[in-house]
């Protein structure tokens, strides 16, 4: 599974957009990338997943360049109730119960 | 639907003690994992399953004992309790592998 690098915490406003980026030099033709959003005392949940350009939902957009080895998780207007850890996990379908979750990226939403 | 399920949602073990972690969903999935989250750790993998009668180690199985008679049911058994299984454990399961998992709400262990 390709290991990834993401910012340890980031701060931001009520409103505003926040664009985590996450790195995966060593992505494998057949990895996709997946985000989590974790809430305290609660389990992960799924945000999005993807394997190339760019992917959106009703939560989030996910942009991924031609190269792949880094991917954009990108929340629009966000508010208090997204003051979260978000995790970036990369890896192949077929090994999908191996899921290794980094340390992830720890947003303060502030007012 | 009630998702995936687990049960207890706290418990306190003396070293040496033996118990079960219980999870259960009921959207049929095949794919159901445990992990274990340390305080301010990301979480790491004990066991999975690919289906019943089906179960593989994860990063960290030491410890730890899991079967999978059915397909709703996939518990997880610390044999022998100790200091440094105190964690939060969470239980997730997907409809096929790689896609998004659904978590259970997690069971925190402390072990005196």
């Known amino acids: 599974l390709a290991k990834t690098t993401q910012p340890i915490s980031m701060d931001s406003y009520e409103g505003q957009e926040v664009n985590i980026t996450c790195s995966h030099n060593?992505?494998?033709?057949?990895?996709?990338i997946t985000w989590y959003q974790q809430f305290p005392s609660q389990g992960p949940r799924f945000i999005i997943q993807?394997?190339?350009t760019k992917v959106t939902n009703e939560v989030a957009s996910l942009f991924i360049p031609a190269d792949r080895k880094s991917s954009t998780l990108s929340l629009p207007r966000v508010s208090l109730s997204d003051t979260a850890v978000y995790y970036c996990?990369?890896?192949?379908?077929?090994?999908?119960?191996?899921?290794?979750f980094g340390g992830g990226t720890r947003v303060l939403v502030k007012p | 639907n009630a998702g995936v399920t687990q049960t207890p949602k706290f418990q306190v073990l003396k070293t040496g003690q033996s118990m079960t972690l219980q999870c259960a969903q009921d959207?049929?999935?095949?794919?159901m994992s445990w992990y274990r989250q340390d305080p301010g750790m990301g979480l790491r993998l004990i066991h999975y399953?690919?289906?019943?009668?089906?179960?593989d180690q994860g990063e960290v199985p030491n410890g730890y004992n899991v079967s999978r008679s059915t397909t709703e049911d996939f518990p997880l058994r610390l044999l022998s309790a100790a200091p440094s299984q105190t964690s939060v454990y969470f239980c997730?399961?997907?409809?096929?592998?790689?896609?998004?998992?659904?978590f259970g709400s997690g069971t925190r262990l402390t072990v005196v």
């Open positions: 060593n992505i494998a033709t057949n990895d996709y």
């Open positions: 996990l990369v890896g192949d379908r077929a090994a999908g119960n191996k899921l290794t």
């Open positions: 399953s690919v289906g019943a009668g089906i179960t």
């Open positions: 959207m049929n999935h095949e794919y």
């Open positions: 997730a399961s997907t409809e096929r592998a790689g896609y998004g998992y659904t």
């Open positions: 993807g394997y190339k």
